[in-house]
């Protein structure tokens, strides 16, 4: 069961021009997002996140926006860099209604980007 | 400078063996959390540690098992158990999410484990 997907197994983009990354999810008990971007043989380094009561959060060139109706979420890279060239992956926590509540991350599958000079 | 320690880098194991992956961190998170991950696929969620001497299953639990006696420190054992252990494993951490405050985790860079 997916419960996040990220469609797009991999995104190439010109430098300078928007990269944008999808991703779906299916448990409408997520409330947190974030983005991670990987590169090979390192640990996944966190970008950005938004809370489930907000549609945009923004940081630099990076912005990420929600549509909870849609159970989709977005980052947009602007302007696209080469060394932006990685795998980026989603993930999204939920956090008990109950009190109990732990950072749990359930991760897409991730998206390989390529920036082109 | 903080972070978190993940060694070894590289891993080898024999059939029958059992072998231990550390994670140190320094962030004084309390949180400390093992990930696996397969060519292709995203990250799943091993065992998890809120807090010290407490430890919980995550999604793939079998063939491992952790242990937290200090908050700095989250080694994992691959048991022989695990039949297919060949992936890379993740370490991280993260502050107290218990707070209801979504918290972003931190990772180490990972360590690769072969079969012999």
């Known amino acids: 069961d997916q419960q996040v997907k990220q469609n797009s197994p991999s995104l190439s983009v010109q430098e300078g021009r928007i990269s944008i990354l999808n991703c779906d999810y299916t448990n409408s008990m997520f409330d947190y997002f974030l983005w991670y971007k990987k590169y090979p043989a390192e640990g996944p380094t966190f970008l950005i996140s938004?809370?489930?009561?907000?549609d945009k959060n923004e940081d630099g060139r990076f912005t990420v926006f929600l549509n909870k109706s849609a159970k989709h979420l977005s980052l947009h890279i602007v302007p696209s860099q080469p060394g932006d060239s990685a795998v980026y992956f989603c993930?999204?926590?939920?956090?008990?209604?109950?009190?109990?509540?732990?950072?749990?991350?359930?991760f897409g599958q991730g998206t390989i980007l390529t920036v082109h000079p | 400078d903080g972070g978190i320690t993940q060694s070894p880098k590289y891993l080898f194991r024999k059939e029958g063996q059992n072998v231990t992956l550390s994670c140190e961190q320094n962030l004084n998170h309390d949180a400390m959390y093992w990930y696996r991950q397969d060519p292709g696929q995203g990250l799943r969620l091993i065992y998890y540690s809120q807090i010290v001497n407490d430890f919980q299953k995550g999604d793939i639990a079998e063939g491992y098992s952790v242990s937290r006696e200090k908050k700095e420190s989250f080694p994992l054992t691959v048991t022989s158990a695990q039949k297919n252990p060949t992936a890379f494993y993740l370490c991280?951490?993260?502050?107290?999410?218990?707070?209801?405050?979504?918290?972003?985790?931190?990772f180490g860079d990972g360590t690769r484990l072969s079969i012999l």
């Open positions: 993930a999204a926590q939920h956090f008990n209604a109950g009190g109990t509540s732990y950072g749990k991350l359930t």
């Open positions: 991280a951490s993260s502050m107290d999410h218990r707070q209801g405050i979504g918290q972003p985790q931190h």
């Open positions: 938004i809370s489930s009561i907000k």
